[in-house]
């Protein structure tokens, strides 16, 4: 956490937006994934049954668009680095170093992860809130 706001060497390496944007983002990611956290955790607790199954789905949907949508490419970028064909990824130099090939191997597995993960989440809590959604209506009209 530390790091966001003081990451050494900066980051944007002089970019147009300046270290302001770095940590604003970072802060943006971090809040993201807590609050996705506390939503996935939400999806099996007993309190959460008796929340609307908007507030729920929204997030989850969100969340596992988001991740396919970084998660997949990379697993195809992965595939390429692997076999060779493209050891830089898609838009990376040919020439890449042993450890930038593991972490990005390693970044696209846990982005393809996520997704896979959350989407199985998402579905499943979908299924489930679908099923018990007539009871959460008998149990509002009492």
């Known amino acids: 956490m530390i790091l ?3 990451p050494g060497d900066d980051p944007t390496g002089d ?5 302001r ?3 604003i983002f970072n802060v943006v990611l ?12 939400a999806t099996v607790r007993p309190p959460a049954r008796h929340l609307p199954r908007w507030l729920l789905l929204t997030p989850l949907l969100s969340g596992s ?4 949508i970084r998660g997949v ?3 195809v970028e992965n595939l390429l680095m692997v076999t060779g064909i493209r050891r830089g990824g898609f838009v990376g130099v040919a020439d890449i170093s042993t450890g930038e090939f593991w972490t990005g191997i390693g970044i696209n597995t846990y982005f393809f992860a ?3 993960l959350l989407v199985g989440t998402t579905v499943s809590y979908g299924w489930r809130s679908a ?10 009209s009492r």
């Open 131 to 140: 099923e018990s959604a007539p009871e959460r209506s008998t149990e509002l």
């Open 4 to 6: 966001v706001f003081f």
């Open 114 to 116: 996520g997704a896979v």
């Open 65 to 68: 668009t988001l991740l396919v």
């Open 30 to 41: 971090i809040s993201m994934s807590a609050i996705g956290a506390a939503v996935v955790l």
């Open 73 to 75: 490419p990379g697993m």
């Open 15 to 19: 970019g147009p937006w300046g270290m």
């Open 21 to 23: 944007a770095y940590v």
